[in-house]
């Protein structure tokens, strides 16, 4: 499974983003999907999760303010950020775990500034 993110850029604080991940095949399947952030000198933390059967989690720091979702139809994973803050920025990877493998997009840079 090959992951494609996309959506990331320069937003202003309090704006939003809709990040995207396209999967080279059906994500129907799938035990786990979502979103990974990465910030220079700190260790990648999961930011939003959401199970084959639509169960979701989300770290503290975004509850409230982002929601992932899927279109099985489009193969694709979505992570809407609303209320944007300075400490969101970093590069968001999406994941997926299918089959008892761990397949990772190459991420998209996220920068919430004024």
């Known amino acids: 499974v090959q992951l494609q993110a996309s959506g990331g850029g320069l937003v202003q604080p309090g704006g939003s983003l809709r990040l995207s991940c396209a999967a080279s095949g059906s994500i129907f399947s799938i035990d786990v999907m979502g979103w990974f952030r990465q910030v220079p000198g700190n260790q990648r933390e999961l930011v939003a999760g959401?199970?084959?059967?639509?169960?979701?989690n989300y770290a503290d720091s975004v509850a409230g303010r982002f929601a992932i979702s899927r279109d099985n139809g489009k193969n694709t994973w979505y992570l809407q950020m609303n209320s944007l803050k300075p400490e969101d920025t970093g590069v968001y990877l999406c994941?997926?775990?299918?089959?008892?493998?761990?397949?990772w997009g190459k991420g998209t840079l996220v920068t919430v500034s004024s």
């Open positions: 959401m199970t084959r059967g639509s169960s979701t």
């Open positions: 994941y997926a775990y299918l089959y008892g493998v761990e397949y």
